[in-house]
């Protein structure tokens, strides 16, 4: 199993990234993918999940209109595309997948004891 997130780095704020979230080894349509972040001496926090069976998406409340969650299951891969970043979202993003638990998920994705597989991450930095 493989989880491996792309397209972290340094921006400026008002800025905008793409981040990718490559899964292997495992049935990609039985999961939903979470993005997590976690900035430095903060707990790690839930950001957005995505449902791979119909695309249902989820977000942290204060991230929405911001930031954006999509899937291409041809290729296994999700996307977490973040616009006007502000040096408080610096952090290092973290993408997860969980079993799709259907309707409990809503309550489920965003606690991180309840993934399954994990990425390694990568760093997002915000400049002011």
């Known amino acids: 199993v493989q989880l491996v997130e792309s397209g972290g780095g340094l921006v400026q704020a008002g800025g905008s990234l793409r981040l990718s979230c490559a899964a292997s080894?495992?049935?990609?349509?039985?999961?939903?993918i979470v993005w997590f972040r976690q900035a430095p001496g903060k707990e790690r926090e839930g950001v957005s999940c995505?449902?791979?069976?119909?695309?249902?998406?989820y977000y942290q409340d204060s991230l929405k209109g911001r930031f954006s969650i999509s899937s291409d299951n041809a290729k296994n891969t999700v996307y977490l595309q973040m616009n006007s970043l502000k040096p408080e979202d610096t952090a290092t993003y973290s993408c997860?997948?969980?079993?799709?638990?259907?309707?409990?998920?809503?309550?489920?994705?965003?606690?991180?004891?309840?993934?399954?597989?994990w990425g390694k991450g990568t760093l997002v930095t915000v400049s002011s």
């Open positions: 997860a997948a969980v079993r799709d638990v259907g309707y409990g998920l809503i309550r489920l994705w965003p606690l991180d004891y309840m993934m399954d597989y």
């Open positions: 080894g495992f049935a990609f349509d039985e999961y939903a």
């Open positions: 995505i449902r791979s069976k119909d695309s249902t998406t």
